[in-house]
């Protein structure tokens, strides 16, 4: 009993990982690093509940969610691709803004609480014991993380478009002279980066706990993009991942809950300790981790007019 | 080339607009009137908002009180949402060199920063709010938080079903272990299985990780919680789950109608407008000696420094019992922290007849009362 709502509780912290992740991931396999998805997760949280909280429907917010992250995204492409900026400056500086932004917006509604997004329990699938409570009995957006997922991987792996993206993310001048758009292929790619990391954004306000507060992902940006290293840019992986970052988390909650003796401060480090010693031990392989990233990740593309 | 132009006007824009939006935010309390010799200026510093409806929510009920007692006389400036550490030192400092008389810093991670500028500025008072480092021209205030506690361990140790209490803490400094100390006192006064264990979330305000801490609680077993945080994501989590919470710093019942047993309200108005006339009375004084321990206002349920909102959801013999608990702590019968007082390990720490004064409140309490789980971390 005991365990399984301390899975339930792990498996719902992952959730806002893995939408953020899966939309990065897409976006770095078309050779875009996009460093400001804690920026885009903040929007989509703050818009979240601000729609939720003035129209009283969750749903409405999720949408709001995932449009304000397509448009701190748009801005990220506007600068990175459009105007061919350093990719990492123009990442750092949206995560700042969307931090900042958000807070200004968010301003008003800090104290206020909403009616969040409601379970929907799969009928037949719910009832099975243990299983059915942890996998069947969740929101719309934590089915839609491992529906996207599964999609994501699908798209990258076995469709032409996913092809043609991989491909440019390998070798942008090869892909251009073959007559592929590039910055177009890489602008849908980084808007729907944007898209996932609003939504991953909203889970926080409306299903973990229904409020605002400034900064509240905490980070949870900064870890997806550690993910999708982690998982060599093969969505498949970025479940595990995203389920060991968040069953650290709260096992380590637990652990004092239980009286551990190591120091809260030293517990409350370790999910992103945890991150960093997989993401060492990863790269020691060389065949394993680099030689997937995509090739030209990070790197501008100017077109030859 | 034109989108340079473009790109140059944006930049010089953007930058227009930053330094407009750094310049701090006002109290609409600026009076219109030309400034008179003797009005004080009175400057807040915020760690949240006052819409946390927590922590910040109850000092700016404590400042409004202010204004509605000395009405023309003063002049109060507030800065809200200043995080702790030193550039809040920079926010003190400005509000010194706008000409306020006297400063409040009302979160405890201001004490270092607020020393710092009370050493530059030697003519203006200032007053840390719930610190221990005073100086000539610095004070502090506080309230006997823990006297809430003790109220609140006797309520949850006559409530809960599996004897199992959840403790969501910030950070171990010594007036969060007096809480949590308290809250074991009271529990044991009326119940000898019950324990409590201590989740620290390293934070005041964090509604994510309060609530992550408030469902793992319950999800080992807990029917009562306790939080030394200041958001109500424990409350919420704990009516979601259906059992039950105090609430903390202000009312929380809003948030939480069938979990909030009671909330320990945090009442700042009278300390503001104690040391205010203190300083129009010319009064002021943190003593002399190293420690300026003159200047340590204390105070709780005796002075309404701490108030108990209603008893609710709770059994009328429960709420009679905490009635009185209450009753006999804001007479002062009941000091609470009066021997014999043992700790966790079954060591006696406090021997009987002997009651801790406020100094060793501080310096003393380096362990976990018997109900409390675990050590204290660090």
Redesign the interface.
Known sequence: M?ME??LL?VIM?SVPLILAATGEVVAERSGVLNLGVEGMMLMGAVAAFATTSLTGNPYFGVVAAATAGTLTAAVFALFALG?ATNQVATGLALTIFGAGLS?LVG???????VDGLHIVALPGLADIPVLGTLLFRHDLLAYLSIIMLFVVAWFLNKTRAGLILRAIGNNHDSAHALGYAVLRVRCAAVLFGGLMAGLGGAY?PLV????W??G?T?GRGWIALALVVFASWMPSRILVGALLFGGI??MQ??G????W?????FL?MLPYLATIAVLVLISRHRNFALTRAPANLGRIFVGVK | MK?NKILILLGVLVVAALAYMTTSKKAPEEQASAPDDKQVKVGFVYL??P????WT?AHEVGRQKVVEHFGDKVVTTYIE?VPEGPDAARVIRDLAKQGNDIIFTTSFGYMDPTLKVAKEFPDVKFEHVTGYKRAANMATGNIRFYEGRYVQGVVAGLMTKSNKI?YIASF?IPEVIQGINAFGLGLRSVNKDAEV??????SW?????????A???????ADILAQHTD???ML??AEKAGVHGFGQSSNMKA?APKAQLFSSVNNWGPYYVRKIQALIDGSWSTGEGPDHWAGNTWSGMADDFLVLSAFENMPDDVATAATKAAADIKSGANKIFTGPIVDNTGVEKVPAGKTLNDGELFTTLDYYVDGI???I??
């Open positions: 005991v709502a301390l509780t912290t105007l807070g301003d008003p509604f800090v104290g206020g609480t926080l973990l706990t229904p409020h507060s400034e509240m905490a988390t709260i909650l637990a004092q809950a239980r009286g003796e190591l120091p809260s401060q409350s | 989108i949240t908002t819409g946390d409806h927590g929510y949402n959840g171990p264990s201590v989740i620290w979330v390293n305000y964090d509604p994510v990780k309060e609530a992550d801490a469902k793992v609680h319950i999800a080992e077993g958001s109500p994501a919420q989590t948030f789980a675990g050590k971390p660090g």
